[in-house]
């Protein structure tokens, strides 16, 4: 009888636990949904965004502008995200999210009215997803989610976004594209509001929130102070951290080529005869191959070792970038893009690892923001410089000199670091 009694005493102290880890992982799982659904709809429209502009009357040199306000937008967005999660906590952060994605949505809708609007779609877009790129990796890492998992995921969101988006933009137009993002973005709402309430009836979330709850305060005062603040914070941390300045640098050159990838590159395929779909489809197998071999991340880490990843893959993808200016024939390309995608493929799990290796639970999502703000202002310089170049020049010299400038920046990269000593 004693033991009867012990056992009903000590059962409640060993169940929750166990219903927690559940609803941990159901939490992981809505987030990592969340962040597929969010990069398939990015696929689908951010290739076509400088087709779009050409086809209702911009100039070349407007085009880029249109694509740099995004990432203009994302560059001072990314590193207030983390400091504002760390006060208002990630559920209402994430709906936040979901709603100003359904903004960005009714605004490319009715763009064609008003073409204005489309730079103003692309300035809530741009801050829909800062929030969705910093605050859900920094998410994961706390929940000791899987990276490797989330970055494969989000990866075949991109797989699958190009295409799509470049059959439907080929048969039914820019207008169909995107009555499919707004579908998207009321079900990105959804997903945010359901985590939000899974969130609120348990009481492990105080683990990973109890950092915000303490000074959780989201008045508009405290809000510019904080954001200040994480300018602070990122600036101490680049400054500092030895890993998470390597991320932050190959981030920077990444979102370089991520920036041509969106404006200079679609505009190239277009005129030397691809179609949308064909665009979609250049897109989509540097993706697959990118998502691929994000899978095999540890075992070639244990080889190489996380540096020297990232410089070889960088060093793939200028040499990639450089063929892709001099090569017309299709399949050749698509060949290419493949190997553009290996490159790609293995930096951005190994990015976040590094920030999360270097940094401890108060400063994760400050290490997230920074690295995407540097990138973010790499893709935005990116745009400017080389829609310039091509606007004055070519599109393919255009291109040649970005690939030529990424491969030049892996190996100074390789010979600063082997002076400082790589880390691991």
């Given at each position: 009888?004693?033991?009867?009694?012990?056992?009903?005493?000590?059962?409640?102290?060993?169940?929750?636990?166990q219903?927690?880890?559940?609803?941990?992982?159901?939490?992981?799982?809505?987030?990592?949904t969340?962040a597929?659904?969010?990069?398939?709809?990015?696929?689908?429209?951010?290739?076509?965004?400088?087709?779009?502009?050409?086809?209702?009357?911009?100039?070349?040199?407007?085009?880029?502008?249109l694509?740099?306000?995004y990432?203009?937008?994302e560059?001072?967005?990314?590193i207030?995200?983390g400091?504002?999660?760390?006060?208002?906590?990630?559920?209402?952060i994430?709906?936040?999210?979901?709603?100003?994605?359904?903004?960005?949505?009714?605004?490319?809708?009715?763009?064609?009215?008003i073409?204005?609007?489309?730079f103003l779609?692309?300035?809530?877009?741009?801050?829909?997803?800062?929030i969705?790129?910093?605050?859900?990796?920094?998410?994961?890492?706390?929940?000791?989610?899987s990276?490797?998992k989330?970055?494969?995921?989000?990866?075949?969101?991109?797989?699958?976004?190009?295409?799509?988006?470049?059959?439907?933009?080929?048969?039914?137009g820019?207008?169909?594209?995107f009555?499919?993002?707004?579908?998207?973005?009321?079900t990105?709402?959804?997903?945010?509001i359901?985590?939000?309430?899974?969130?609120?009836?348990?009481?492990?979330?105080?683990?990973?929130?109890?950092?915000t709850?303490?000074?959780?305060?989201?008045?508009?005062?405290?809000?510019?102070?904080?954001?200040?603040?994480?300018?602070?914070?990122?600036?101490?941390?680049?400054?500092?951290?030895?890993?998470?300045l390597i991320?932050t640098?190959?981030?920077?050159?990444?979102?370089?080529?991520?920036?041509?990838?969106?404006?200079?590159?679609?505009?190239?395929?277009?005129?030397?005869?691809?179609t949308?779909?064909?665009?979609?489809?250049?897109?989509?197998?540097?993706?697959?191959?990118?998502?691929?071999?994000?899978?095999?991340?540890?075992?070639?880490?244990?080889?190489?070792?996380?540096v020297?990843?990232?410089?070889?893959?960088?060093?793939?993808?200028g040499?990639?970038?450089?063929t892709?200016?001099?090569i017309?024939?299709?399949?050749?390309?698509?060949?290419?893009?493949?190997?553009?995608?290996?490159?790609?493929?293995?930096?951005?799990?190994?990015?976040f690892?590094?920030?999360?290796?270097?940094?401890?639970?108060?400063?994760?999502?400050?290490?997230?923001?920074?690295?995407?703000?540097?990138?973010?202002?790499?893709?935005?310089?990116?745009v400017?410089?080389?829609?310039?170049?091509?606007?004055i020049?070519?599109?393919?010299?255009?291109?040649?000199?970005?690939?030529?400038?990424?491969?030049?920046?892996a190996i100074?990269?390789?010979?600063?670091?082997?002076?400082?000593?790589?880390?691991?």
């Amino acid at each position: 009888m004693p033991n009867k009694h012990q056992n009903k005493n000590t059962q409640p102290k060993t169940k929750p636990p166990q219903q927690n880890g559940a609803k941990m992982e159901t939490k992981v799982k809505l987030l990592i949904t969340y962040a597929t659904l969010a990069s398939l709809s990015m696929g689908m429209i951010f290739p076509y965004i400088p087709l779009y502009g050409q086809e209702i009357g911009m100039p070349i040199s407007l085009i880029g502008y249109l694509v740099f306000v995004y990432y203009l937008t994302e560059m001072f967005t990314r590193i207030p995200v983390g400091q504002i999660t760390n006060q208002i906590g990630y559920p209402k952060i994430t709906i936040t999210a979901g709603i100003l994605s359904i903004i960005s949505a009714t605004l490319y809708l009715t763009s064609n009215l008003i073409w204005p609007l489309l730079f103003l779609a692309q300035i809530t877009f741009a801050i829909a997803f800062a929030i969705a790129w910093v605050s859900i990796p920094a998410y994961i890492t706390k929940a000791k989610g899987s990276l490797p998992k989330y970055t494969f995921l989000v990866g075949i969101g991109w797989l699958f976004g190009p295409p799509i988006g470049g059959i439907t933009r080929d048969y039914y137009g820019m207008t169909h594209l995107f009555i499919i993002l707004t579908i998207i973005s009321i079900t990105l709402l959804t997903i945010s509001i359901y985590f939000y309430k899974h969130t609120q009836t348990q009481n492990h979330s105080k683990n990973l929130q109890k950092n915000t709850n303490k000074n959780r305060k989201p008045t508009l005062k405290n809000t510019i102070k904080s954001t200040k603040n994480s300018y602070k914070k990122a600036h101490h941390l680049l400054l500092n951290r030895k890993k998470v300045l390597i991320a932050t640098l190959v981030s920077l050159i990444m979102f370089m080529s991520f920036g041509l990838l969106a404006s200079v590159i679609p505009l190239h395929l277009e005129d030397i005869g691809f179609t949308s779909f064909m665009i979609g489809i250049f897109a989509a197998t540097q993706t697959t191959i990118s998502s691929a071999i994000r899978l095999k991340t540890n075992p070639i880490v244990k080889i190489l070792g996380r540096v020297n990843i990232l410089i070889i893959g960088t060093a793939i993808c200028g040499i990639a970038i450089s063929t892709v200016s001099i090569i017309t024939h299709p399949t050749t390309l698509i060949l290419i893009s493949a190997i553009w995608g290996l490159g790609h493929g293995l930096y951005l799990p190994i990015a976040f690892d590094l920030i999360a290796d270097d940094t401890n639970i108060e400063e994760r999502d400050i290490g997230m923001g920074l690295r995407g703000t540097v990138g973010t202002a790499g893709s935005a310089i990116s745009v400017l410089t080389f829609m310039y170049l091509a606007e004055i020049t070519t599109f393919s010299l255009s291109i040649a000199t970005f690939g030529i400038i990424m491969t030049t920046f892996a190996i100074t990269l390789h010979i600063y670091w082997k002076q400082k000593g790589t880390c691991r």
